[in-house]
Each structure stands twice: as structure tokens, then as C-alpha cells.
């Protein structure tokens, strides 16, 4: 069954700030959404310290490393880091033009899930820029291997996420979501699933300049008991894990500058997979084609979408 999608490009009503601690960095950081004009696409703007800033696409021809969370550039003194949650909103709530201004070096991690991101976006309301949206339509199963884990993109007359994970812990073992992706299905089934990690990994993380700012508030932590170090314990049963890796799925995808219609699946997969799924993608132009939907209609069918001519400029690939 296909799912409906929207037809035209939107943006934010209003600007709207959120603060809080940097997951790595463990300073204070600041976001401003800014609504942009239709064509804008996802912009991160970071202001450096001699008031100058560093712009940045969100495409997947500007990730730099990905080993920890998706950082956009290469330079750690420009970069911007950990846009992952915050694209997963963005993506989820369908937008499609924004301006994200940063005061730090990444985002805040607030409480280590996207639902702040989204009750920010919610807040101000979206606009319909009256400007047609462009998607992504994958027409040929494109997989990656590494190892034991994999990730292929597979035609689709929708927007599904099949996230399947396999840790060696007793607490979270083999675990998948499956299910199509529409803003509800996000905001009650993944944006409030946190990011996670084990104790016994704190201190080497703290050696190498990571997780500085990671604490209870903002991350589930398994104990050396294998149990959940959280007070309040799990928000999704017990499967909060793979949620959080879907979540981190979306957000990842999020940088092919456009959305997709097809099937995104994953067994063991993480940061690097995504990207790396997601240029595998982009490389192949006879694994995916340009839509937009018929002008008779705001809303349509993934099936009813039209090829077109893609443009000279395209977002997915700039």
C-alpha cells in the first residue's frame, strides 16, 4: 500500500532557538531555525570565532567523518557536528527549506533523542512555499557490504525504514523496526528513542575528546551488569535501541538533499553504513530517478509522481 506524500516545497513559519550542551564537546551551544525561500534547501550556518561563518549544504557530498556521529566539513575548527537528530526532525516533518544557525561546533544534544527538535518545529508551525518538492525515486536495489553488516536501498511505492541491529549484550541482542515513515509514525514510534552506550566504553571515549558532555539526561547507559543505568529506564519497552538507530537512519539519509521514495534496509548498520549506503545511491544514476508530483493535486500517491528533467543544480549531488 503507498503512502501519501506531500507535493510541494515548505519552510518554517517563524525562527525558533533551542540551547543545550554539546554531546562531544560538552560546551553550551545554541541553534536557530531560520525559515528560508523555496530552492534553499538545508543549510547549516556556524558563526567561528572572528565572527565570520561556515556554511554548509546538508548533502552527502559535505559529510567529513562519520565514525562517532555525521559531521558536515572536514575541518574541525569549521565543521559542524552531530546533525543527525536534528535532520531526522527535519526530515520526518517533511521541511524542506531552512536555515540552521549555530553558536558552537555542533548541536545540542538535549535529551539524546529528536522530540525536542520536533516540538520546536511543531511550535512555530510549517508553510507550504506553493514551489513543487522534487523526490528521490529508487527504481533498483543498490547494496552495500562490511563485514557482517549491510545496507541496500530497494524500490519502494512509499517511504519505509527496515532497521534490524545485533548487539552482543544480553539487554539488547537482535532487534528491528519496520514500518513506513510519515511525520506520525515518527513523532510516536522514533523521535523520542536516545541515543545509547555502554559504561565500560566512558572512560576510552573521555581519553579521545568524545562524549564530554554525555550524561544521564541525554543518553540511555548500560551498566557492567548489563542493565540500564537510568533511573526512569526505557521509553520504548525494550527496543528503545533499535528505534534510536532508525532515528539515526533518517537523519542520515536526510543528506541526500531531497526526499526518497523506496525501501532503506539495514542489518548491523550505523553512521558510516548510512553514508556510505547513501553515496552508493547517488553514484548510480540508473538506480534512481527524479520525481515530482502532477500538478492537479497537493497531496498524491508515491506512484502517481512523474519523472522530470533534473536540473544542472541539483541539491542531492551540490
Known amino acids: 500500500m503507498s503512502i501519501?506524500?506531500?507535493?510541494?516545497?515548505?519552510?518554517?513559519?517563524?525562527?525558533?532557538?533551542?540551547?543545550?550542551?554539546?554531546?562531544?564537546?560538552?560546551?553550551q551551544v545554541s541553534i536557530t531555525f531560520q525559515p528560508a525561500d523555496a530552492g534553499t534547501g538545508i543549510v547549516f550556518s556556524r558563526t567561528l570565532a572572528?565572527?565570520?561563518?561556515?556554511?554548509?549544504?546538508?548533502?552527502?557530498?559535505?559529510?567529513?567523518?562519520?565514525?562517532?556521529?555525521?559531521?558536515?566539513?572536514?575541518?574541525?575548527?569549521?565543521?559542524?557536528?552531530?546533525?543527525?537528530?536534528?535532520?531526522?526532525?527535519?526530515y520526518a516533518l517533511g521541511l524542506d527549506n531552512l536555515v540552521v544557525e549555530v553558536e558552537g561546533a555542533e548541536m545540542p544534544i538535549m535529551d539524546g533523542s529528536s522530540f525536542p527538535f520536533i516540538e520546536a518545529i511543531e511550535q512555530v508551525g510549517i508553510v507550504n512555499?506553493?514551489?513543487?518538492?522534487?523526490?528521490?525515486?529508487?527504481?533498483?536495489?543498490?547494496?552495500?557490504?562490511?563485514?557482517?553488516?549491510?545496507?541496500?536501498?530497494?524500490?519502494?511505492d512509499g517511504t519505509r525504514f527496515e532497521v534490524e541491529i545485533d548487539f552482543d549484550s544480553p539487554l539488547i541482542g537482535r532487534q528491528s523496526w519496520k514500518g513506513d515513515l510519515t511525520a506520525s509514525v515518527f513523532r510516536d514510534e522514533l523521535s523520542r528513542a536516545r541515543t545509547f552506550g555502554f559504561m565500560?566504553?566512558?572512560?576510552?571515549?573521555?581519553?579521545?575528546?568524545?562524549?564530554?558532555?554525555?550524561?544521564?539526561?541525554?543518553?540511555?547507559?548500560?551498566g557492567d551488569d548489563d542493565t540500564v543505568v537510568n533511573v526512569?529506564?526505557?521509553?520504548?519497552?525494550?527496543?528503545e535501541f533499535v528505534r534510536h538507530k532508525t532515528l539515526d537512519a533518517v537523519g542520515d539519509l536526510a543528506l541526500a538533499g531531497a526526499?526518497?521514495?523506496?525501501?532503506?534496509?539495514?542489518?548491523?548498520?550505523?553512521?558510516?553504513?548510512?553514508?556510505?549506503?547513501?553515496?552508493?545511491?547517488?553514484?548510480d544514476p540508473?538506480?534512481?530517478?527524479?520525481?515530482?508530483?502532477?500538478?492537479?493535486?497537493?497531496?498524491?500517491?508515491?506512484?502517481?509522481?512523474?519523472?522530470?528533467?533534473?536540473?544542472?543544480?541539483?541539491?542531492?549531488?551540490?
Open 4 to 27: 501519501e506524500l506531500l507535493g510541494f516545497q515548505t519552510t518554517i513559519a517563524a525562527p525558533v532557538t533551542l540551547s543545550g550542551i554539546g554531546v562531544h564537546s560538552g560546551s
Open 50 to 90: 572572528d565572527g565570520s561563518t561556515a556554511e554548509y549544504r546538508a548533502v552527502s557530498s559535505q559529510v567529513g567523518n562519520t565514525d562517532l556521529c555525521t559531521v558536515l566539513g572536514t575541518n574541525m575548527a569549521r565543521s559542524v557536528a552531530t546533525i543527525e537528530h536534528v535532520m531526522a526532525a527535519i
Open 129 to 156: 512555499l506553493g514551489v513543487k518538492r522534487r523526490y528521490i525515486r529508487v527504481i533498483k536495489p543498490v547494496r552495500i557490504d562490511a563485514g557482517a553488516s549491510w545496507s541496500e536501498f530497494r524500490p519502494y
Open 200 to 222: 565500560r566504553d566512558v572512560e576510552r571515549l573521555w581519553a579521545a575528546g568524545y562524549a564530554l558532555g554525555s550524561s544521564l539526561e541525554n543518553s540511555v547507559v548500560i
Open 232 to 239: 526512569e529506564g526505557l521509553r520504548y519497552a525494550k527496543d
Open 259 to 283: 526526499q526518497f521514495i523506496g525501501c532503506y534496509r539495514s542489518y548491523r548498520g550505523g553512521h558510516k553504513m548510512n553514508a556510505n549506503a547513501l553515496k552508493a545511491l547517488l553514484s
Open 286 to 318: 540508473t538506480a534512481y530517478e527524479i520525481v515530482e508530483a502532477p500538478a492537479r493535486s497537493q497531496r498524491v500517491r508515491a506512484r502517481e509522481f512523474v519523472p522530470v528533467n533534473v536540473p544542472e543544480f541539483a541539491p542531492w549531488v551540490g
